[in-house]
């Protein structure tokens, strides 16, 4: 028991070594916003209707309610604060490397075996994604009761038992309850009757197991209909199946030779049949290579039969990745590195038990060879724990990410588009322009690039360009809003108001709820055509009844048209949807003054005041309120 008290403690020495720096990353904007840092359902901490929702919400195309409920746990113990979200990461790593040792322990009775299959899953750096990325809380939840579920299965084999089989089956379903990652488990439990555990009588075990696969099932339904339901399905007629072969083949391959050499990782690497991703085809030569690659180890393992570990870690390898590996084409990336989380287990298998049996064989001839095994051993974990350190540090906040992926992946037009999103957000024009020129000229037919670009360069004075880009976005999709509504607003800036105005109802005719809507309206208030403005401001707020700024222009052009009233609850109800809009408080408090409501105008003065305290005109108008209350005060 010390032996194994002392391996644990080391383990999660290990872990912490290399992602304690993740206390003090940011959130990044890739999937953590809806899964965090804008889900306002999980912003409230743990509530009953936050536990309610978790069970029914299928938001962004997944049911995994045990991680919405992690989310909000962090939330009610850290805030917002990132490094608490970060530090449950690493906390639920280190506790699956625990349980990858113990499982491994318990199932076979060898140490060090296991506790070199749990140092590598513990540190290698194809691992760092899911554990530095807040979002794939998913995957290290689900990993932990997945690896539970094993444990509990060993148990059960051992003793039996009714409640033993219940518990193995509650716990596979809280795994699918983190992530449906898992839903080939009960072909890993079968692989673990044929070694270690040596369980006879192979058609009873599929029989005991057949309420896991009724489990699985429901899961994987369920899953599915979700995806297709929110658009992430990819349809044949976009991605035919043979191309999806030829990626999974190629992919079966890649994640071996990432973990042999684990170098030029990324959280993104585009698919090579999916045109937008920015990928190249698959060459003849790669899809031959792979695949027989991989029918050459099938042979070895197969012919190897008195080491049976080698066909139930191949087995693991290939079966588990069966959910992720393109067959049913979720997203546009051709891997990811977060895949492997559990699928290498079976290859760190693999390499531990083969490792120690051609030890053990050469032991006769080299008596020394045991220590130098080891030093080996340690060599690479040393090796392994350097490289996931560095790895990790690319996490720590998003521009940092996407200029990572785009260097290990040169061409990579949607983390290049992602980069030029954080330089514009950031200001940097400039540098927000260059990365769309060079993410566009590596997919010249995305839309959401292109329109990027388009309203860059419209931003920039860049109008001719600008133009140029909307007017073939239009050529293509002439109905699109987006597009419609950048080329009006760029017309309406070179005053060609005719044209703007046909392109802003152009938009509103696809898009009813659109920003065109709003854009709309203040063209027409700019040319007094005040009826047909408050007709655009009350047919957009149908749609965007929460917007601040429609309710704001809407109570500034009924004060122009002689209705103080219903500018008066329109001012107010936009500074109670954006208690920081400076506009709106100015705009309430002259109101307020006209009316002689004295008081309460200087309380939305100083509060515009207080948001931009370079605004001179509301600074005047408050002192005007300001003597025009003490004026009254003072009089008999």
Partial sequence: MRRELAISIALGA???????????????????????????????????????????????????????????????????????????????????????????????????????????????????????????????????????????????????????????????????????????????????????????????????????????????????????????????????????????????????????????????????????????????????????????????????????????????????????????????????????YVPAIGLFLMLAWGLADLASDLRARLPRVDAFATGIAIAVLLALGAGAWRQTRTWRDSLTLFEHAVAAVPRNPTMRYNVANHYRDEGRLEDAIREYERALAETPNSFKIRINLANALRSQGKLAEATSHYRTLLEREPDDPMANNGLATLLRAQGRLDEAELHYRLALESAPGDIAGYNLGNLLRSQARLAEALAIYRASLRYRPRDPKLHNNLAATLEDTGDPDGALRHYRIAVELAPDYAIAHGNLAALLQRRGELTASIEHYQRALELTPENAQARRNLEQAQASRAATEASP
């Fill in 14 to 340: 290990a872990v912490l070594a290399v992602y304690a720096q993740t206390f003090g990353f940011d959130f990044v904007t890739w999937d953590d916003p809806e899964h965090v840092t804008r889900n306002t359902m999980v912003l409230r901490g743990l509530t009953l209707e936050g536990v309610a929702w978790a069970f029914r919400a299928g938001e962004i195309g997944n049911w995994h309610p045990l991680t919405w409920l992690s989310h909000m746990l962090d939330v009610e113990l850290f805030g917002a604060n990132a490094g608490g979200h970060h530090a449950t990461n690493v906390a639920l790593h280190i506790l699956n490397s625990l349980l990858v040792f113990g499982v491994l322990r318990s199932a076979t009775g060898a140490v060090w075996r296991s506790a070199l299959v749990s140092a590598l899953f513990a540190l290698h750096p194809l691992h760092v994604e899911s554990v530095a990325w807040v979002s794939e809380r998913r995957d290290v939840l689900s990993t932990a009761f997945g690896l539970l579920t094993i444990g509990a299965y060993v148990g059960y084999a051992r003793r039996g038992g009714a409640g033993r089989s219940l518990g193995v089956t509650l716990l596979f379903g809280l795994s699918l309850m983190a992530k449906p990652m898992l839903v080939t488990l009960p072909f890993l439990l079968l692989l673990l009757d044929y070694w270690p555990l040596q369980r006879s009588r192979p058609g009873r075990r599929v029989l005991e197991k057949l309420p896991l696969f009724a489990v699985a099932l429901a899961c994987s339904v369920t899953a599915f209909a979700l995806q297709q339901r929110a658009g992430a399905v990819m349809t044949q007629a976009l991605l035919p199946f043979a191309q999806r072969i030829a990626n999974a083949v190629v992919a079966y391959a890649s994640y071996p030779l990432k973990l042999v050499w684990p170098t030029r990782l990324a959280m993104f690497y585009p698919h090579p049949y999916i045109p937008d991703s920015g990928g190249v085809a698959l060459a003849s030569w790669q899809i031959a290579v792979s695949a027989l690659f991989l029918l050459a180890v099938t042979a070895l393992v197969f012919r190897a039969r008195e080491r049976r570990y080698l066909a139930v870690g191949w087995f693991w390898y290939l079966g588990s990745l069966v959910p992720v590996i393109g067959l049913v084409q979720i997203g546009s990336q051709a891997y990811a590195d977060r895949y492997s």
